[in-house]
């Protein structure tokens, strides 16, 4: 999916984003997988001093809050570091 299409569904229906979604979204946005500590994924990009720290929902869905942490941080920063 394009990540122009694939932003357009996380601000429709944040609640409705599959959790593998949400981290190549965020990685569309130049946010980088540094780690994974269980069943947290953690990824920062150059430039965003805080970091995003995401695990899934129940069947395979993002939880609501992180999407919105992801969507206001693209905002707040823009496309690229």
Same mark, same amino acid.
């Given at each position: 999916?394009?990540?122009?299409?694939?932003?357009?569904?996380?601000? *429709? *229906?944040?609640? /409705?984003?599959?959790?593998?979604d949400?981290?190549?979204?965020?990685?569309?946005?130049?946010?980088?997988?540094?780690?994974?500590?269980?069943?947290?994924?953690?990824f920062?990009?150059? /430039?965003?001093?805080?970091?995003? *720290?995401?695990?899934?929902?129940? *069947? /395979?869905?993002?939880?609501?809050?992180?999407?919105?942490?992801?969507?206001?941080?693209?905002?707040?920063?823009?496309?690229? /570091?």
């Amino acid at each position: 999916m394009k990540r122009e299409k694939l932003l357009a569904k996380a601000r *429709n *229906n944040p609640k /409705g984003l599959r959790f593998a979604d949400l981290c190549k979204l965020a990685e569309d946005y130049g946010f980088r997988f540094r780690r994974q500590e269980g069943s947290h994924r953690i990824f920062r990009r150059d /430039g965003v001093p805080r970091r995003l *720290n995401f695990q899934p929902g129940r *069947n /395979g869905m993002a939880k609501e809050y992180q999407v919105h942490q992801l969507l206001e941080l693209i905002d707040e920063y823009g496309e690229e /570091g």
